[in-house]
């Protein structure tokens, strides 16, 4: 089946710790991108790739670094410097970027908290 | 630019009955335009996109959307509300040179017995 795949599904992170979030997706999409999502709120762009070892800054990008060494995979860092990580984590792709009449593909979303 | 606003943050209908989740858009160029559903603790799913064909847009289970460029309008409907309905829903849009999407604020849908 294709699709997205995010893991793990539930993750605790202690205070200064880095934690890396995974997304891998089937469907040879170009584009990936990385949302984060808070309680009542709507999903806010954190980063995003247009192709294979390119990324920018989405419009909440300190503090989280990406690397988009493969195709298929997308992989979050949330660093030390992120004050406030705890959040629903959620990975999408889309054929291409450019092409704005196509939708995005979600993975089933990362929770992370801080303990 | 652009923006979506999605009107009602929450919306709470009986089942059986009609529902109507509200959400106005701007954009400088004819945009793309996404409803996507989102059941708790799971990703988001597409219900149905607008691309310029037909205004009248049929989704997945039995929703639809009118677009009206006069209105800047994208409201979705559906005839009679399931209890499997209850979600948080988004409006989306996309512009038509290549930039980032945007998404609405979302509307909590409750369906009550």
């Known amino acids: 089946d294709g699709g997205i795949t995010q893991s793990p599904k539930y993750l605790f992170r202690k205070e200064g710790q880095n934690v890396t979030l995974s997304c891998e997706q089937n469907l040879n999409h170009d584009a990936m991108y990385w949302y984060r999502q808070d309680p009542g709120q709507g999903l806010r762009l954190i980063y995003y790739?247009?192709?294979?070892?390119?990324?920018q800054k989405g419009d909440i990008a300190e503090g989280y670094s990406v690397s988009r060494e493969k195709k298929e995979s997308f992989p979050l860092t949330v660093t030390s410097a992120q004050k406030n990580p705890t959040a629903f984590y959620l990975c999408?792709?889309?054929?291409?970027?450019?092409?704005?009449?196509?939708?995005?593909?979600f993975g089933q979303g990362t929770r992370l908290t801080v303990v | 630019a652009q923006s979506v606003t999605q009107l009602d943050s929450h919306v709470s209908v009986s089942e059986g009955t009609p529902v109507l989740l509200r959400c106005n858009y701007s954009?400088?160029?004819?945009?793309?335009l996404f409803w996507y559903v989102q059941h708790p603790n799971k990703g988001l799913q597409l219900l149905l996109k607008?691309?310029?064909?037909?205004?009248l847009v049929k989704g997945i289970n039995g929703f639809e959307a009118e677009f009206k460029k006069s209105e800047t309008s994208f409201h979705l409907t559906k005839p009679s509300a399931h209890m499997s309905d209850a979600a948080e829903y988004f409006c989306v849009v996309n512009p038509t040179n290549a930039g980032k999407s945007t998404f609405g604020d979302g509307t909590t849908l409750t369906v009550k017995p």
């Open positions: 954009s400088s160029y004819s945009p793309s």
């Open positions: 607008y691309t310029s064909a037909a205004t």
């Open positions: 999408a792709s889309s054929i291409q970027m450019a092409v704005s009449n196509t939708e995005a593909f």
């Open positions: 790739s247009q192709i294979v070892n390119d990324f």
